[in-house]
């Protein structure tokens, strides 16, 4: 009998995040005020968010930065998540390969999205804020932080992109449930979605330009501060405590993975599995492959352009040196909302143009048909962002097959998809179609990006 299922116990929760900058040989380049062009110090950060997410975000001396207990209180109401030998999809693949995933759809929001929040949350309380803005595009990261600031007893404004706040109204009564106030994207409450809408009144929002309010309104309101789900460092920092649990399962598998995948919007969750492995690679040379899984209709790390480039579409934040295709960059309306971002978080992008981590683009429909498969074979309906994560596993699994080779792959499943019902829907239907993008479209915005590097 094979075992399945490996559990920790709650003590064995991670006490410490692990913060890769300090072990990179090649130290990530420095975000620049928009302005001067001049390298930007954490004070600089203050404004905007909590202090010590500011110092988290431009610390490279640590390897290892403390969880503050509150946090780790928090996260024992659903961790340690489990990792799960995925039998089911080795059998139906006919693979010497052997999968692993490690859960994080177990969480009260359905994400790992909630491991950052709550640090976030917790933070910002400590420092004596009040009160919170952010931005979500499908509504995932605005989930989590609804729940997280309620926890922490601060209050939450969150901007939803239009067209989900009118496509997925579960999630926006999910955080509403969790008492957070949600307005559509762009909103005539900020200067920035004023503008846009009086230029273009029936725009349907972006994620950039949900940003550019959230920043506005923390900036504006007193002891508010902004929080965001993916792209910065503190972000990837407070996700590795899903590679440093695996680490430990792995053992308890007697295995060490070959390969080692995460699907890819700004970076958060598959760093959180990645960063623990690579620090292996980086410190003791070990053999181990990771893999970014994005989709081919945004693919920055595949064929974006590695350059200093804003984060939001409004140009309101620091340039952050990142694989990007354009800040301006509309990518087409697929279903894995979470992975439709223009950009790649910093360290992820000076790991990738060091050759550390890969990149692979994928299908909408392949992404489908292995969540389709997934479902069947394991019993849980992946969020369609983790589907890519899947298609890229089941690829290599089948690579392994070829080859003839016993390989371990692990993945992180970084969501369920019970909320996302709808797109499964156009699945079965057969509505659903890839979007290829061309290189002409692609250049359009490139082409807009200025060249600092
Ligand atoms: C937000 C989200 C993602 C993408 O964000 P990253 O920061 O790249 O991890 C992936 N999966 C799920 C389930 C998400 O909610």
Known sequence: MSTKKFLLEEREIPTAWYNIAADMKQKPLPLLNPGTKQPLQASDLYPLFAKALADQEMNETDAWIEIPEEVREMYKIWRPTPLVRATGLEKALDTPAHIYFKNESVS?????????????????KKEGVTNLTTETGAGQWGAAMAYAAQAFGLELAVYMVKISYNQKPYRRSIMQTFGAVVEASP?????AGRKILTDSPNYQGSLGTA????????????????????VLNHVMLHQTVIGLEAEKQMEMAGEYPDIVIGCFGGGSNFSGIAFPFLRHKLNDGKQ??????EPSSCPKLTRGQFQYDFGDESGYTPLIPMFTLGHTFSPANIHAGGLRYHGAGTLISQLRKDDLVEAVDIDQLDTFEAATLFARVEGIIPAPESAHAIAAAINEAEQAKKEGRQKTILFNLSGHGLIDMAAYDQFISGDLSNYTLTDDELNQTLQQLEHVI
């Open 108 to 124: 009260p929001v359905g994400s790992h999205k909630l491991n950052s929040a709550l640090a976030q949350a917790y933070f910002c």
């Open 187 to 191: 909103s005539m409450s900020t200067k």
């Open 288 to 293: 181990i492959r990771v893999i970014a899984a």
């Open 211 to 230: 940003i550019s309010e959230a920043v506005e309104l923390a900036m504006q309101t007193p002891n508010c501060k902004y929080t965001l789900g993916s």
